[in-house]
């Protein structure tokens, strides 16, 4: 089979919140399939995924906008791919109607829910498909926007689960790990929240919040405030490989996020055979099975979200099988290689039909 050539237009490549494009990336490439990256903006992170240079991402990756169209008319892409369905997707609209090629996007949360664009509709019916990353999104996309449900892919973004796995590591105390971008919609807040309610019922433990953003100073202030500056660490934002150093020694995973698209965060966790008690919002029921890989609880709800990490934290054979449960769910539901199976398959279909 000839060897797809799919241009990727993303706002911002690489960014340490969005290892699910590298990876995706990444093994895009490891199929065999040709790429070139154009993004509209360079990275304001010094800290990037190992997986970009190892994959050899930087050296496919353009930024000039001015240099777009050189490069796809020596590259002559099939297909164009954007992430998020703002302003990358705009930029592979008109790229694609100058080439006459077809173009796809993928939909995942900000886009689809707070800072969709006015024209969502019109961008769905002009790109050969449409993919979001989960279930609850495809409800929304079509409740809200109109787009049709045949025109919709359901493709989670997915976690590389040779890699990410248990190893054995877990000792000392208990280790709640929540992995976030310290931004208002997580609501981490609420996590500080019910390691405060745990301590006062005098569970042992240690919880690592993994990540970066606005609301940093806050939460130290809050963490000062609630006296666990001994008990809850704010580790900053880190590259993968320490990502998978905190989920192989956490006990639990946790995120209490008021909106969601199908959090990559939580794949890594599961991957890891770690439990996770979550709020029941966007992809997350979908991911965490209630009462088998973990526990669901209601947005903004503390002692909702204390109440189930106390279950975990007090019983390691509970942990032990949601553990195991949420491993296999993982391998069987969100492997990336199976994602990256489904991606492919759109892809094929669109140019098989637009080169007969």
Same mark, same amino acid.
């Given at each position: 089979?000839?060897?797809?050539? %799919?241009?990727? %237009?993303?706002?911002?490549?690489?960014?340490?919140?969005?290892?699910?494009?590298?990876?995706?990336?990444?093994?895009?490439?490891?199929?065999?399939?040709? %790429?070139?990256?154009?993004?509209?903006?360079?990275?304001?992170?010094?800290?990037?995924?190992? &997986?970009?240079?190892?994959?050899?991402?930087?050296?496919?990756?353009?930024?000039?906008?001015?240099?777009?169209? &050189?490069?796809?008319?020596?590259?002559?892409?099939?297909?164009?791919?954007? /992430?998020?369905?703002?302003?990358?997707?705009?930029?592979?609209?008109?790229?694609?109607?100058? &080439?006459?090629?077809?173009?796809?996007?993928?939909? /995942?949360?900000?886009?689809?829910?707070?800072?969709?664009?006015?024209?969502?509709?019109?961008?769905?019916?002009?790109?050969?498909?449409?993919?979001?990353?989960?279930?609850?999104?495809?409800? /929304?996309?079509?409740?809200?926007?109109?787009?049709?449900?045949?025109?919709?892919?359901?493709?989670?973004?997915?976690?590389?689960?040779?890699?990410?796995?248990?190893?054995?590591?877990?000792?000392?105390?208990?280790?709640?790990?929540?992995?976030?971008?310290?931004?208002?919609?997580?609501?981490?807040?609420?996590?500080?929240?019910?390691?405060?309610?745990?301590?006062?019922?005098?569970?042992?433990?240690?919880?690592?919040?993994?990540?970066?953003?606005?609301?940093?100073?806050?939460?130290?202030?809050?963490?000062?405030?609630?006296?666990?500056?001994?008990? %809850?660490?704010?580790?900053g934002a880190a590259e993968q490989?320490?990502?998978?150093?905190?989920?192989?020694?956490?006990?639990?995973?946790?995120?209490?996020?008021?909106?969601?698209?199908?959090?990559?965060?939580?794949?890594?966790?599961?991957?890891?055979?770690?439990?996770?008690?979550?709020?029941?919002?966007?992809?997350?029921?979908?991911?965490?099975? =209630?009462?088998?890989?973990?526990?669901?609880?209601?947005?903004? =709800?503390?002692?909702?979200?204390?109440?189930?990490?106390?279950?975990?934290?007090?019983?390691?054979?509970?942990v032990a099988r949601f553990g195991?449960?949420?491993?296999?769910?993982?391998?069987? /539901?969100?492997?990336?290689?199976?994602?990256?199976?489904?991606?492919?398959?759109?892809?094929?279909?669109?140019?098989?039909?637009?080169?007969?």
């Open positions: 089979m000839t060897p797809l050539r %799919v241009a990727y %237009v993303l706002r911002v490549f690489p960014k340490i919140s969005e290892t699910f494009v590298a990876s995706e990336l990444a093994e895009v490439r490891r199929r065999g399939v040709e %790429v070139r990256i154009l993004s509209l903006r360079r990275p304001a992170e010094d800290v990037r995924h190992e &997986i970009v240079a190892r994959a050899g991402l930087d050296d496919l990756t353009v930024y000039d906008p001015r240099e777009f169209p &050189i490069i796809l008319r020596e590259f002559r892409p099939q297909l164009l791919h954007a /992430h998020f369905a703002t302003a990358a997707t705009a930029k592979a609209r008109d790229l694609a109607a100058e &080439i006459g090629i077809p173009f796809t996007f993928t939909a /995942h949360r900000y886009d689809v829910y707070e800072k969709a664009p006015a024209d969502f509709a019109d961008r769905a019916a002009a790109a050969g498909a449409v993919v979001t990353v989960s279930e609850a999104n495809l409800r /929304h996309i079509v409740k809200a926007f109109g787009v049709p449900a045949a025109r919709i892919h359901v493709i989670p973004c997915g976690v590389d689960t040779e890699r990410f796995q248990p190893d054995g590591r877990r000792a000392g105390p208990p280790l709640i790990v929540c992995v976030a971008r310290l931004v208002p919609f997580k609501r981490v807040e609420l996590l500080l929240e019910a390691c405060a309610i745990l301590r006062r019922r005098g569970v042992e433990f240690q919880c690592a919040i993994v990540g970066d953003g606005p609301c940093r100073d806050e939460l130290e202030t809050a963490r000062i405030r609630l006296d666990l500056a001994r008990t %809850v660490e704010l580790a490989a320490r990502v998978l150093g905190w989920w192989r020694r956490a006990t639990a995973a946790v995120l209490p996020s008021d909106s969601e698209g199908m959090p990559v965060s939580l794949m890594e966790a599961a991957a890891c055979g770690v439990p996770a008690v979550a709020t029941a919002v966007g992809g997350i029921p979908e991911l965490i099975e =209630d009462g088998v890989t973990g526990f669901l609880t209601t947005p903004g =709800d503390a002692e909702g979200l204390a109440g189930g990490l106390e279950r975990l934290l007090r019983d390691p054979d509970l195991a449960a949420a491993r296999l769910r993982a391998e069987e /539901h969100f492997s990336l290689p199976r994602q990256v199976d489904r991606l492919l398959s759109v892809w094929r279909g669109l140019v098989g039909e637009a080169e007969r």
